[in-house]
């Protein structure tokens, strides 16, 4: 291995060690994963005992990766990374802050050329055994745990989760305030060792895991102890063997626990892994669940290390609430420096109220919140949240460890200079002219090709990242934007740990990002259940510049129109086609094969509304927005379809007693917007859907879909609020309980403005008041009315 071939230290080691018969089998240090007072003491410890080598808890089998540690360009936090080389992908990740104590422990064994090595399961082993059990396997575990779980006494039942168990009966909010308490403040010689060891050796007294997770331990002890009797067998002094690992595992790393033999090693299930270095984050470390590593706030257990490594952790307090302080001046909420020394002075006071020698971080946000947040912890709490979390994003040196995917995808972020944008904060992506937005068009006035198309460039890369599901980009692009423009898009951006697992996970796709995207959308084309689907894709391809793709799209959405008879599907293929023929001079795309297809689909959209529009409530709304789909579609290109066609289909289903309601409503408010409805006909259809007559819940669903579009044109139509009027008035408790979501939906559209021109209306008709009227109708309703009338209409949402 290579951390071995670098190892002057060997010539401490004397052949022919035997380990011990008796006790601990090497000077083993237990601790809390990302304890930053952990990682100072594991340095002095270190420097105390001069080891020849230091085994660490880790898989075993990236051993060879530790090098990479001790390389300059090297900036934690970082992660090590191995996942499976076959879908559906596994990962497993150990990762690494300055503060942790195995970061320290092996950039102290590097700098002194001592070995260095991990000594747990390897991640190939980790990794076979999560893969999913057989259905029947899961049932019989779940028996199983369910019986163990019979036979517990009150006390283990009570303490399933013994860090917050102990936390509650010490009386600390939660387990990290008690940790931090008793823990992180503590610089007294050997006082963090000794004091881990023996809650590592009371918690195992508890035996709180179930029994799957028991098991995976104990295998994982024996593969410890193995690794360091093979590491003592080499030569090394017992006494010269430094062991970090997690407290838990700490006691019994004794000879008198067995070791996994040779052929226990050998029948190990292990799976083709690839490991890699990748950055990692404060927040994500922050953030990761389930790592029982303390790691709430980085960027504060950060700030305890550096304040140790000083000489003292006193500065602690005054340094964060300084920071908090510095955050709120700078959203322009002035605090002076007095209410921060009030704030330090009252986290201390605090602390001395448990006769602990130094606040935690939970004594430090009360101070805040009260002293600087004025009482009011929603004040501060955000700013809390930035100087507790931190913003730190870790770095690798170029290449090392990545896969191909990898390297394409920093190629590309650096030719199209998105390097700014890997950060570990939500942004906008600046365009070439410095704007919030991308333009596609060419920049006429740029020095070189990838200039002129940079932006453009841009918008085929990150579509491409969006298509493999990786989080780095979001099209933030309005619907408005999208309707007056083709060439303007909107991308906020957000580089996280999460983003480059996402990455890597592609890797099974292809080397680069192009040949992931196309297998992606490949593999999406096969599985597309409806032509709307493969539409879809096929704008996604186009969108990505993946031309082979898109013909397969295509070739897919011609196939599928033939036979598929879901009208929604129908209308939403040709909306996403008509798009791509808009594309035409941004995306330079060859539109001739478009055409026809959208015309295919537009006819077969209009053959098909008549039947979908005889739909039950539920669907109705769905077919509304399909008609509206084509409608766009009609408007878009209305020399190259048949809109007139569309318009008797519109005329027909409007008048059609068997049709939807809400979707007759829509048919009449787009033939409206075409303006191809003439005044006495409208009437009609008014006065025959909206009557005292007609079912509260068909009425309803009519207005409801008239007023979906071009609702100015209805404010000033009289007899269509006098049958409104009459409609409502006419109603019992019962009809207007059917018909009230339906009118809530389509009264809570209406703007302000409108709703003023409403209560003129309505005065007029009425006779009353406007200024009533209106009062009335901006008056918002109370949580308590709100409730009143929730209990009296029963199991109806209003809350839409």
């Known amino acids: 291995m290579a951390a071995r071939k670098a190892n002057p230290g060997a010539k401490a080691v004397v052949p022919g060690k035997t380990p011990p018969t008796t006790g601990p089998l090497a000077r083993i240090f237990g601790v809390r994963h990302l304890s930053p007072m952990g990682a ?85 082993v980790y990794l076979a055994r999560s893969e999913p059990a057989p259905e029947h396997a899961h049932e019989d575990e779940d028996e199983s745990e369910e019986a163990d779980e019979k036979q517990e006494t009150d006390t283990q039942r009570y303490l399933g989760d013994p860090y917050e168990a102990i936390a509650e009966l010490s009386g600390d909010p939660d387990h990290d305030t008690w940790w931090e308490r008793h823990f992180e403040h503590s610089m007294s010689p050997d006082s963090y060792r000794l004091s881990i060891f023996e809650l590592g050796r009371e918690l195992r007294a508890l035996e709180y895991e179930s029994p799957r997770r028991r098991e995976e331990t104990l295998l994982r002890e024996a593969f ?29 790393l004794v000879a008198e626990e067995p070791a996994m033999t040779d052929e226990e090693i050998e029948k190990l299930q292990t799976v083709p892994v690839t490991r890699t270095l990748m950055p990692y984050s404060f927040f994500r470390l922050s953030s990761q669940s389930g790592y029982g590593a303390g790691n709430k706030a980085p960027g504060y257990f950060q700030a305890l290390y550096e304040e140790a490594q000083a000489g003292s952790t006193a500065r602690l307090g005054t340094r964060f609430l300084a920071e908090v302080a510095g955050k709120l001046r700078k959203a322009g909420m002035v605090r002076s420096s007095a209410e921060v020394i009030e704030a330090v002075r009252l986290a201390e006071g605090m602390a001395s109220l448990r006769d602990a020698h130094a606040p935690t971080l939970r004594d430090l946000e009360d101070a805040a919140a009260t002293c600087l947040g004025q009482g009011e912890p929603l004040n501060v709490a955000r700013f809390i949240h930035d100087v507790a979390v931190g913003d730190a994003l870790g770095k690798v040196p170029p290449g090392v460890l990545r896969t191909s995917i990898q390297d394409d995808f920093y190629r590309w972020v650096k030719d199209l200079r998105l390097e700014e944008y890997l950060k570990d904060k939500e942004q906008i992506i600046k365009g070439s002219t410095s704007k919030d937005w991308l333009d596609l068009r060419q920049d006429r006035f740029a020095k070189s090709e990838d200039a002129a198309y940079r932006d453009r460039n841009r918008s085929i890369f990150l579509h491409r990242l969006t298509v493999l599901g990786i989080g780095f980009a979001a099209n933030r692009t309005s619907e408005e934007d999208r309707a007056q423009s083709t060439y303007k898009e909107v991308w906020g951006a957000r580089w996280t740990p999460d983003c480059e697992i996402q990455l ?42 993946l031309s082979d793709a898109t013909a397969a799209a295509l070739a897919r959405v011609s196939t599928l129109a033939v036979d598929d008879g879901d009208f929604v599907a129908v209308a939403g293929a040709a909306l996403e086609l008509s798009h791509l023929v808009a594309y035409k001079d941004v995306r330079k795309i060859d539109v001739a094969p478009l055409e026809p297809l959208v015309a295919q689909l537009f006819l077969r959209g209009a053959l098909l509304a008549p039947e979908a529009s005889r739909c039950n409530e539920e669907a109705s709304r769905n077919v509304g927005v399909a008609l509206g789909h084509l409608h766009r579609v009609g408007h878009m290109f209305p020399d190259k379809l048949d809109v007139d066609r569309f318009a008797s289909v519109l005329d027909a289903i409007a008048d059609d007693d068997v049709a939807s309601a809400h979707v007759a409503g829509v048919a009449s408010a787009i033939l409206l917007e075409r303006g191809i409805l003439k005044d006495d006909v409208l009437d009609r259809r008014i006065s025959r859907r909206i009557c005292p007559g007609v079912s509260p819940s068909e009425g309803a669903g009519f207005f409801e879909g008239l007023a979906t ?68 109708i901006e008056t918002k309703v109370d949580d308590a009315e709100l409730a009143a009338l929730q209990d009296d209409l029963g199991d109806l949402d209003l809350d839409l």
């Open 709 to 776: 579009r071009n609702r100015y044109a209805l404010l000033s139509r009289r007899s269509l609020w006098a049958a409104m009027s009459t409609f409502v008035e006419a109603m019992d408790h019962d009809d207007f309980r059917r018909a009230v979501v339906a009118l809530r939906r389509a009264f809570g559209s209406f703007e302000t403005s409108e709703a003023r021109k409403i209560a003129a209306l309505l005065a007029e008709l009425w006779g009353g008041s406007e200024k009533e009227i209106l009062r009335a």
């Open 224 to 252: 410890m102890r193995r690794r360091i009797r093979d590491t003592i067998a080499e030569g090394h002094d017992p006494d010269r063997i430094v062991v970090i690992c997690g407290a838990y595992h700490a006691p019994v």
């Open 40 to 124: 100072w003491h594991v340095e002095r410890f270190l420097d105390e005992v001069d080891p020849t080598a230091v085994l660490v808890e880790g898989p075993s089998d990236a051993t060879d990766e530790i090098a990479h540690l001790l390389d300059k360009r090297t900036t934690p936090p970082v992660a090590l990374l191995a996942f499976t080389q076959e879908r559906p992908v596994r990962s497993v990740l150990f990762p690494l802050a300055a503060y942790s104590p195995e970061w320290v422990a092996l950039r102290w064994a590097l700098q002194k050329k001592r070995v260095a090595r991990f000594i747990d399961l390897a991640a190939s």
């Open 504 to 545: 890597v996970e592609n890797a099974l796709r292809g080397d680069t990002i192009e040949i992931a995207a196309a297998r992606s959308i490949g593999e999406a084309l096969e599985a597309a259940a409806n032509v709307h689907a493969a539409a879809n894709l096929a704008r996604r391809s186009v969108e990505c510049d």
